[in-house]
Nanobody
Framework: QVQLVESGGGSVQAGGSLRLSCEAS????????MGWFLQAPGKGREWVAS????????QYGDSVKGRFTISQNSAKNTLYLQMNSLKPEDTAIYYC?????????????????WGQGTQVTVSP
């Protein structure tokens, strides 16, 4: 059973930074895409960013372009999300996702596995 374990969430003031990590284990190769989604209170999951684990292709949602950076350390089976210039509207639970499909990971339905989520709170 694939396991995705996120860490690195917390509370920060607007303008601050956080780095999220997602360690993956017990998965079969090749994994095509990994990515991050967020879920704000009372809303559905929203795509943040994704990376093709073999080619390194990266895509970002419009709301985070220029502020967030997705990266991976293949040797450590770990996915990262560096979040800079955080805004109160970034407050959400952030989920790591894994997809074996060939389509870019952009929709909740594209992912086969999810982490448990990590809370990010940004105060004004």
């Amino acid at each position: 059973q694939v396991q995705l374990v996120e860490s690195g969430g917390g509370s920060v003031q607007a303008g601050g930074s956080l780095r999220l990590s997602c360690e993956a284990s017990d998965y079969s190769t090749p994994v095509n895409y990994m990515g991050w989604f967020l879920q704000a209170p009372g809303k559905g999951r929203e795509w943040v960013a994704s990376i093709h684990t073999l080619r390194g292709d990266i895509q970002y949602g419009d709301s985070v372009k220029g502020r967030f950076t997705i990266s991976q350390n293949s040797a450590k089976n770990t996915l990262y999300l560096q979040m800079n210039s955080l805004k109160p509207e970034d407050t959400a639970i952030y989920y790591c996702a894994l997809a074996y499909g060939y389509s870019p990971l952009r929709r909740e339905s594209d992912a086969q596995y999810w982490g448990q989520g990590t809370q990010v709170t940004v105060s004004p």
